[in-house]
């Protein structure tokens, strides 16, 4: 299997823990608290199962010669292969999904997942995403 396999494996197993870890955090603590908590909360649940994960991410943009170093903060990345965009609001909209496809190109990720923990029943606030296309490098 070569290193793209290998890499996507990482980020499916990463999504499936994850996913399992959000649910156990949802049923815990419920819809209507805020995105930051849900960040603290959804982190401690995956280090206890033992996977890795960094919170507050910086991501740069990049474009030829500029680079903007503090552009964006990535609510979890996990594993070192899932990026995480966590919301707490009425309702995901497309602009979400837009933001979190931009982390996956700029992040060089393939997968991330959008989770909204306040949708009554968290297996309808969970939307997977796949990076399709490498961000090319402008020369």
Not at 2 to 7: F, K, M, P, S
Not at 91 to 97: F, G, I, R, T
Request: proline share 5%; glycine share 6%; aromatic share 6%.
């Amino acid at each position: 299997m070569g290193e793209d396999g290998r890499e996507w494996e990482r980020a499916e197993s990463a999504a499936s823990i994850t996913i399992d870890a959000a649910l156990a955090v949802h049923s815990y603590a419920g819809p209507g608290l805020l995105e930051r908590t849900y960040v603290v909360f959804l982190s401690e649940e995956l280090r206890a199962r033992g996977i890795p994960v960094r919170t507050q991410v910086v991501l740069p943009a990049r474009y030829r010669t500029a680079t903007v170093d503090l552009a964006y903060r990535v609510d979890l990345v996990v594993d070192d292969a899932l990026i995480v965009e966590v919301k707490a609001c009425p309702h995901l909209l497309p602009v979400h999904s837009a933001q979190l496809l931009s982390y996956l190109r700029l992040g060089d990720r393939r997968i991330g997942l959008l989770i909204n923990f306040h949708a009554e029943r968290l297996k309808f606030g969970i939307r997977r995403l796949v990076n399709s296309r490498r961000l090319p490098h402008p020369a």
